[in-house]
T-cell receptor
Framework: GENVEQHPSTLSVQEGDSAVIKCTYSDSASNYFPWYKQELGKRPQLIIDIRSNVGEKKDQRIAVTLNKTAKHFSLHITETQPEDSAVYFCAASGYSTLTFGKGTMLLVSP | DAGVIQSPRHEVTEMGQEVTLRCKPISGHDYLFWYRQTMMRGLELLIYFNNNVPIDDSGMPEDRFSAKMPNASFSTLKIQPSEPRDSAVYFC???FGQGSDEQFFGPGTRLTVL
């Protein structure tokens, strides 16, 4: 089955800096790569996703890139704000279900 | 739509007791997923249903765990007997499609087994 590795496990940045979270996957058949944000004590919520026919996607301060050859994808957050502090999960899916990475705890200090 | 609804939000029980977690998916969603979240293992898929039929239960850790979906608007996850290592947050999620559709998560049930 699919295996998703996510790094780093913890990331601390100053407000205004950029943050990058990286994931690799094992199943070349995977074609859907969502990112979820989970605030403390809350449910995971989708923030952005990308499909295998697209190399990059942006939504305001958030962007995701995909390299299918290398089987890795990344989340980029620019101009970080304290409210970006949360755990971020990447996931990968082909026809079947989502497989999640272990998560990255992002801490943004004012 | 109110989103995915789960109950109870918190459950504290003693080892050996039966625990039943409940979920109401978003109306019109054909897929329902049960996940378990712990610090050590992250988000693990336990089982998922399509049109009320269990499709893959390979993530269910033991025979102590069982899940049902008697109709399109209700599912249960049962643990009998419960053990301290079952303590976790259990999420239910639903989606319109399978692999490449957004999954909407419920608020979760925080289970503590003493």
């Amino acid at each position: 089955g699919e295996n998703v590795e996510q790094h780093p496990s913890t990331l601390s940045v100053q407000e205004g800096d950029s943050a990058v979270i990286k994931c690799t996957y094992s199943d070349s058949a995977s074609n859907y790569f969502p990112w979820y944000k989970q605030e403390l004590g809350k449910r995971p919520q989708l923030i952005i996703d990308i499909r295998s026919n697209v190399g990059e996607k942006k939504d305001q301060r958030i962007a995701v890139t995909l390299n299918k050859t290398a089987k890795h994808f990344s989340l980029h957050i620019t101009e970080t704000q304290p409210e970006d502090s949360a755990v971020y999960f990447c996931a990968a899916s082909g026809y079947s279900t989502l497989t999640f990475g272990k998560g990255t705890m992002l801490l943004v200090s004012p | 739509d109110a989103g995915v609804i789960q109950s109870p939000r918190h459950e504290v029980t003693e080892m050996g007791q039966e625990v039943t977690l409940r979920c109401k998916p978003i109306s019109g969603h054909d897929y329902l997923f049960w996940y378990r979240q712990t610090m050590m293992r992250g988000l693990e898929l336990l089982i998922y249903f399509n049109n009320n039929v269990p499709i893959d239960d390979s993530g269910m850790p033991e025979d102590r765990f069982s899940a049902k979906m008697p109709n399109a608007s209700f599912s249960t996850l049962k643990i009998q007997p419960s053990e301290p290592r079952d303590s976790a947050v259990y999420f239910c999620a639903s989606s319109f499609g399978q692999g490449s559709d957004e999954q909407f998560f419920g608020p979760g049930t925080r289970l503590t087994v003493l």
